[in-house]
């Protein structure tokens, strides 16, 4: 099956920083990685998400860039928020089903 | 557009009891899928129904059990519960084979303690 690996697990920046967060799978027939954004006590939200066949996405203050053939994605935030704190989880499909394997999450806090 | 819901969302039980979670699938959402998050980690896949069918299964014993209705809604069972139960059971609906095919829309979770 598939393999999320997420990093780093906390990430700390002052408000108005940017922040990065990277992910890598392992099956190289993924098509569909996506970001969701869980508050504390709250249910995951998808933020953004990206398909295979384009390299970069935008919404706003976030953006979702992949790289195929290093099999990695990023979700960049800028001009950070303290609404923006929260847990960033990374996934990518299992294989043969349309259900995710999710990354173990990164914890992410914007001091103002 | 109705989201999903779960029930109940909290509740506590003693070891070797079971439980039953519900779930009702976003309007005109077909499949259902499971995930198990204990604290301070990522979603972990249980299962997956389709057309009242298991449509794949992740990691875990067959005391986690499951059903889907003609309504799409859902039910999670658990038996024999351990201690390692204790967790935010997720329920995410979906809409296999369309365009967007992958999208999960999460309910806000039934969180189950184990004592």
């Known amino acids: 099956g598939e393999n999320v690996e997420q990093h780093p697990s906390t990430l700390s920046v002052q408000e108005g920083d940017s922040a990065v967060i990277k992910c890598t799978y392992s099956d190289s027939a993924s098509n569909y990685f996506p970001w969701y954004k869980q508050e504390l006590g709250k249910r995951p939200q998808l933020i953004i998400d990206i398909r295979s066949n384009v390299g970069e996405k935008k919404d706003q203050r976030i953006a979702v860039t992949l790289n195929k053939t290093a099999k990695h994605f990023s979700l960049h935030i800028t001009e950070t928020q303290p609404e923006d704190s929260a847990v960033y989880f990374c996934a990518a499909p299992n294989s043969g089903y349309s259900t995710l394997t999710f990354g173990k999450g990164t914890m992410l806090l914007v001091s103002p | 557009e109705t989201g999903v819901t779960q029930s109940p969302t909290h509740l506590i039980k003693t070891r070797g009891q079971q439980v039953t979670l519900r779930c009702s699938s976003q309007?005109?959402?077909?499949?259902v899928s499971w995930y198990q998050q204990a604290l301070g980690q990522g979603p972990q896949f249980i299962f997956q129904y389709y057309r009242e069918e298991e449509n794949g299964r992740g990691n875990f014993p067959p005391r986690f059990s499951g059903l889907q209705f003609p309504n799409y809604s859902s039910e999670l069972n658990v038996n024999a519960l351990e201690l390692d139960d204790s967790a935010l059971y997720l329920c995410?609906?979906?809409?296999?084979?369309?365009?967007?095919?992958?999208?999960?829309?999460f309910g806000e979770g039934s969180r189950l303690t184990v004592l």
């Open positions: 995410a609906s979906s809409l296999e084979g369309g365009p967007n095919t992958g999208e999960l829309f």
């Open positions: 309007s005109g959402h077909n499949t």
